[in-house]
């Protein structure tokens, strides 16, 4: 990915992370140490059919590893609107239908994950997490018909919300490509993702879950902004959509 640092203060690091180049190998892995599953709120701006393909994305993570882990519960939520990008670290865990795209982001991001954690000296804690997903400039479909699908996108932020980077293999290979076409249909994870969820969360299938260490060392406060970009844009401008080359 591209690494852009932000204003550091001495307690917090912003780092953000683009779609399309590789991320380097010195950085830290993120994973959650609280015990699964995780409560995800769903909005309720999302329609029934939304939210099914949602609840799918979430499913196919549980059975990625064979139901070793019950990652999500999920549930509906009437998400009050965020005016900035930091007001979304409450507390909740969020998937967020987002009309008015935050000024912070790049309006050519599809979608993005955004977590909270602590960092330490081998890895960084998720401590919250939430799902953006840009309808301000482009078009989901649950019925494979015109748009990018919703499921897929939504598979791939919810790796990222697990703590999985972007996999630049190929779509073949991995959910987690750091890009998507329109009517790319990638609704559950790849061998290279199975291999890396259950690498992170100590998953054996034969054995079951090993415990995570208690961390004791200090932290640091650190917030990581992942995104995702379409192959080529189809941006949606005054009610209208257009066709523009994404520059790689």
């Known amino acids: 990915m591209i690494l852009l640092f932000g204003c550091k203060q001495p307690e917090d690091t912003d780092l953000t992370y683009g779609g399309s180049a590789a991320y380097s190998s010195g950085n830290l892995p993120t994973k959650w140490t609280k015990s699964f599953p995780l409560n995800l709120k769903i909005s309720n701006d999302f329609d029934a059919n939304e939210t099914e393909a949602i609840n799918l994305a979430a499913d196919n993570w549980e059975e990625?590893?064979?139901n070793k882990i019950n990652f999500f519960t999920t549930s509906n939520e009437n998400l009050n609107p965020r005016t900035g990008l930091s007001s979304?670290?409450?507390g909740l865990y969020g998937v967020y239908k987002l009309y008015d795209w935050p000024a912070e982001l790049p309006s050519t991001a599809l979608a993005v994950t955004q977590i909270n954690g602590t960092q330490y000296s081998?890895?960084?804690r998720i401590?919250?997490?939430?799902?953006?997903?840009?309808?301000?400039?482009?078009t989901f479909a649950t019925d494979g018909g015109w748009g990018y699908d919703l499921t897929t996108v939504v598979l791939h932020e919810?790796?990222?919300?697990l703590g999985l980077y972007h996999d630049n293999s190929s779509k073949e290979d991995s959910v987690m490509y750091p890009t998507i076409g329109r009517y790319n249909d990638n609704q559950f994870p790849k061998e290279n993702d199975i291999t890396k969820i259950s690498s992170k969360y100590n998953v054996d299938i034969s054995r079951g879950i090993a415990s995570v260490p208690t961390q004791k060392e200090a932290g640091q406060a650190v917030k990581i902004t992942l995104e995702m970009y379409p192959d080529k844009e189809i941006m949606k401008v005054n009610g209208h959509e257009y066709e523009i080359t994404h520059d790689e």
């Not at 401590?127 to 482009?138: F, K, P, R, S």
């Not at 919810?158 to 919300?161: A, N, Y």
């Open 64 to 66: 990625s590893t064979e």
């Open 88 to 90: 979304y670290n409450d």
């Open 122 to 124: 081998s890895y960084i």
């Open 127 to 138: 401590d919250q997490a939430d799902i953006l997903l840009n309808y301000d400039y482009y």
């Open 158 to 161: 919810m790796g990222h919300f």
